[in-house]
């Protein structure tokens, strides 16, 4: 192997949004696949808010990334290189690869995608960690009834999207919010019953108005004001599910909690909190489910594609600005 | 019937902690029971935080006493006159009676206390609205499981030493958060593990120190900064039982909201809220369980009594400044 492989390390630990000098694009021969092991040639990488907050140092659901360490990252590649019974040269697999152009990884540690069903990059949306968050969160904690009004935030997003899309399956009526008109018509393309447009609209008055008979599950990704507008329209014995809180996460100031909390008292309503890998047990009943209904075009999916890996800092940056609609994915080699 | 009845009545909605203008003391000629009712001399009243929220305008639970209305209160007394069946002059009774000295009830919505098995001032504290609402938010949202660790903030107060208790008898590690050195001597008293003093230490400190393998359940009566503590010590899918928010009732500039609320999210956690009119229906069963551990000794009660009707505004304000140790009743007659 001659190949030369390019990472982005994290320097150091950002304050407020990430800059460049927190960044260090780094350069060294591409690694080679011990006993067991599999070398994946990367074509995608999929940008995640949950990124931000591995960035910071203490206490969370995993480790931080450490000082020097690759950027850890969902991506998406083909195998080039194989010591692994299970995989061979040609196959294309997703996991926990980081921002690299190459990964040594361990062959069962990565997931191998059919791209018969589905593009290579749907496998880092509604096929990868965004699909299955949506899955687990609307299911297991919002536990949708047909009839209930469901209201998603970030529903331009990947997770949101899906969100959406899985509770109109279930015979809710559901209501996106997003921000700006392009998301909003992308929103209603996928299906919502409704969008609320949380850059020109009022938000508690446009939700009062598109959930009349409040809201029955609400499943947050941003945090913030929208969180407290969503909380004071609960329906009675209403679950609100915390996947997220991407207008906190470069907050330098203290996270803003939400100030509606009482609502969950006068409701009986349940506010409760998730992250992916609390469902490791359950990828296989999400794939299954996901990957049936990708099958029958029920489930849309859309990926924002940007190009070029030395772009990675950059695009990430889209993320927390709200650029994005769907997906938001890396693709390592530009066309 | 000539004797006099006297009441206070709602005057004003306050702004802030209730003041001697919101109140209106009034007199008028004692009722007569009609067909079905009866008539109650009351003598004890319970003084319950969630009486500010009962002053507040605009959508609740239930709703707010209205402008010229009676206070509502949950009061004790004897009865004195019976059109009911199954109430007999000389029993004692217990119900949502209101702050005045005589009430004409439905015979149907008061319930009789038994005097041989505890004092009538125990049937609004222990054996009524606060050592249920404990009863139904530690055993059906708190879940507490042998083993684990509970803490309770207002442990000092009517609903806060029950929950710690009853807890105990589950086998779990209780701490109880109280303001002050004599309420956490009282909460000792009641056979808690540990008490953190709120006004003289440092909360989350102490809290570390004495949920080393932190917090599994945490029952929640006061709001503000103890609430986010105790999120920040929060175990893998721990529960958090939203009673109350007595440090927030009487904000001028709005509620805060925990901002360490992300917790739910890294630790699968939840965070639920209820009123005890949520569990109407299993009054039986309460009443039935703590009647029993009060019978054989297993649940301490304590009431802190004020005494003279025309002190309930002031007596009210005692909450609010966190004064009462045990459930705080009012005492129609002083002795």
Redesign the interface.
Known sequence: MTAVNHQFRLAARPVGLPKPSDWELTEEPVGEPGDGEVLVRIEYIGLEPAMRGWMNEG???IPPVGIGEVMRAFAAGEVVASNYEGLSVGDHVRGLLGVQEYAVADGNAVQKADTELAPLETYLGTLGLPGMTAYFGLIDIGRPVEGETVVVSGAGGATGGVVGQIAKLKGCRVVGIAGGVEKCEYVTELGFDAAVDYKSEDVMKALAEQCPDGIDVYFDNV?GEIL?AALALLTRNARVV????IS?YNATN??????????????????????FS?YLDRIPEALTALGGWVASGELSTREDIAEGFENFPDTLLRLFRGENTGKLVLKVAAD
Chains 1, 2 share one sequence.
């Open positions: 206490r969370s659901y945090g407290d915390i996947c997220g809180a906190q203290g996270v803003r909690g939400p100030s509606n909390y009482l609502s969950l008292l006068i409701n009986h309503a349940s506010m409760t909190g998730f992250v609390d």
